[in-house]
């Protein structure tokens, strides 16, 4: 089985292209900064990861995703090779994305890009009702990316 799940930021803007021929499909790519739980005296504190979504992913990545947004993305491990210019062999590995959604709210992501919740404590919505629900805004349905 070969199956990913990540949570991070997005490092930078995605970057999409259009293949050409009969069937313009898009191409996503983005690099996730997810952080390690445990980090040891000098080590990194980040994984920096490549992701590439495709077709309808990348439409979304394009419009929704910018630098800094938190999502969460399940998909693949996919790895490969190519020679460079000078030659040389160069490997890659890339994640697949298969799904992405946000990780936290508009409103926690206009706050503080970098808060973290590990102490228990989360965000309240500022426009809760009693039952614990945001209430939505009449005629938002047609800016959702979903239906």
Same mark, same amino acid.
């Given at each position: 089985?070969?199956?990913?799940?990540?949570?991070?930021?997005?490092?930078?803007?995605?970057?999409?292209?259009?293949?050409?021929?009969?069937?313009?499909?898009?191409?996503?790519?983005?690099?996730?900064?997810?952080?390690?739980?445990?980090?040891?005296?000098?080590?990194?504190?980040?994984?920096?990861?490549?992701?590439?979504?495709?077709?309808?992913?990348?439409?979304?990545?394009?419009?929704?995703?910018?630098?800094?947004?938190?999502?969460?993305?399940? @998909?693949?491990?996919? #790895?490969? /090779?190519?020679?460079?210019? $000078? !030659?040389?062999?160069?490997?890659?590995?890339? +994640?697949?994305? =298969?799904?992405?959604?946000?990780?936290?709210?508009?409103?926690?992501?206009?706050?503080?890009?970098?808060?973290?919740?590990?102490? @228990?404590?989360?965000? #309240?919505? /500022?426009?809760?009702?009693? $039952? !614990?629900?945001?209430?939505?805004?009449?005629? +938002?349905?047609? =800016?959702?990316?979903?239906?």
């Amino acid at each position: 089985m070969n199956k990913v799940i990540l949570m991070g930021r997005l490092t930078r803007d995605p970057e999409v292209r259009y293949s050409q021929g009969e069937n313009n499909t898009a191409v996503a790519r983005y690099t996730l900064a997810v952080d390690r739980r445990f980090q040891r005296n000098g080590d990194q504190t980040a994984d920096f990861i490549p992701c590439v979504a495709f077709s309808r992913q990348a439409e979304f990545a394009e419009k929704w995703l910018k630098q800094g947004t938190k999502i969460c993305i399940t @998909g693949r491990i996919q #790895t490969g /090779s190519y020679t460079n210019k $000078d !030659g040389v062999k160069v490997y890659t590995t890339d +994640i697949i994305v =298969e799904e992405q959604e946000f990780a936290e709210s508009k409103n926690a992501a206009a706050g503080n890009g970098e808060m973290n919740f590990s102490g @228990g404590e989360r965000p #309240t919505p /500022s426009a809760a009702s009693g $039952d !614990g629900f945001m209430n939505i805004p009449a005629g +938002i349905e047609e =800016e959702l990316p979903f239906q």
